[in-house]
């Protein structure tokens, strides 16, 4: 198959990119870094250079593919955050139309269904909606779940306060995926045959806050490592005076809300989906023992 690649070599791209690979399809891996060029092509992939935004240039990298493996970067504009990751991924979209693709499989999210409350989560919501609205393409959304590595950035606190927390409560069941599982399944999706649309969940795990502290605290040699439960405000203001953008940090601790209130992981937990990924949470915590 000729499958086309967004998300340059990223922490999912370059898994999905290596597995796909192996198993003989031939690539175009889109990046908008003009350094990842020797990279790209020493994995045997084809490159395309240019801006994720640009629908003809997207259209062009698409055409004549079998299947496009759709990923929206997270913008790193400083305001309407929202906006520009919808922008990217309608541009995305807009692509893959003129390109005349049959098949797309789209990195989404848990909680892409809802319309509000969901932070920077709302931007998929929106793109799903606008895949939606193709004719005769064939469209899986792969809602996955929160990023294990998105703790990494939670090492400065324990090192430096001794806890880790955000304005989840400690027993908040919070699905949790690896971007390995995440390219796994992707890889299936783009080479099943009679493929229909639909959506798909990909969680390699499902633990709580207390669950996820004590597993990091055990692996780092910190046992009894705390988990503390901030307010949305002390939590926000938390992000702003670590140097995180005003606007990114309402956008997460929305999206904490969120998941603290139990609407964004809701469909996922109450429909029946099952978790498919194979890397655990005690897996991933000797990870995070080596980032650490």
């Given amino acids: 198959m000729k499958i086309a690649i967004t998300g340059s070599l990223g922490n999912v791209a370059r898994p999905l990119v290596k597995q796909l690979l192996s198993e003989g399809h031939q690539l175009n891996v889109i990046s908008s870094h003009d350094e990842r060029k020797n990279d790209i092509e020493a994995l045997g992939a084809t490159a395309a ?10 259209a062009e990298a698409f055409s004549g593919a079998d299947a496009v ?26 692509a893959v139309k003129q390109a005349n693709v049959k098949r797309v499989v ?11 409350g969901t932070g920077p989560i709302a931007a998929l919501n929106a793109i ?23 703790f990494n950035n939670s090492i400065p606190m324990i090192q430096h306060s001794g806890i880790l927390g955000s304005n989840l409560a400690a027993d908040t069941p919070v699905p949790l995926v690896h971007p390995r599982d995440i390219a796994t399944a992707a890889a299936g999706e783009l080479t099943r045959g009679n493929a229909e649309s639909g959506v798909r969940y990909i969680v390699s795990d499902v633990k709580t806050p207390a669950e996820i502290t004590a597993a990091f605290g055990n692996a780092i040699g910190k046992p009894g490592l705390p988990w503390v439960t901030f307010s949305d405000e002390d939590n926000e203001q938390g992000m702003v005076q670590a140097g995180v953008p005003a606007e990114i940090a309402a956008l997460y601790t929305e999206m904490g809300r969120g998941l603290r209130e139990g609407s964004i992981q809701a469909d996922f937990l109450n429909g029946g ?7 655990k949470l005690e897996d991933f915590a000797k990870e995070f023992a080596s980032a650490f």
């Fill in 49 to 58: 250079i240019g801006p994720i935004t640009d629908t003809s240039f997207l």
């Fill in 69 to 94: 493996f759709a990923m929206t970067p997270p913008s790193l504009a400083l305001q309407n955050v929202v906006a520009a990751n919808t922008a990217a991924g309608k541009a995305i979209v807009d």
């Fill in 106 to 116: 789209l990195l989404s999210s848990i909680g892409a269904e809802l319309d509000g």
């Fill in 128 to 150: 799903e909606n606008a895949y939606n609205k193709l004719e005769n393409v064939t469209v899986t959304f792969l809602r996955a779940g929160y990023f294990y590595i998105n």
């Fill in 273 to 279: 989906h099952s978790v498919d990924g194979k890397i």
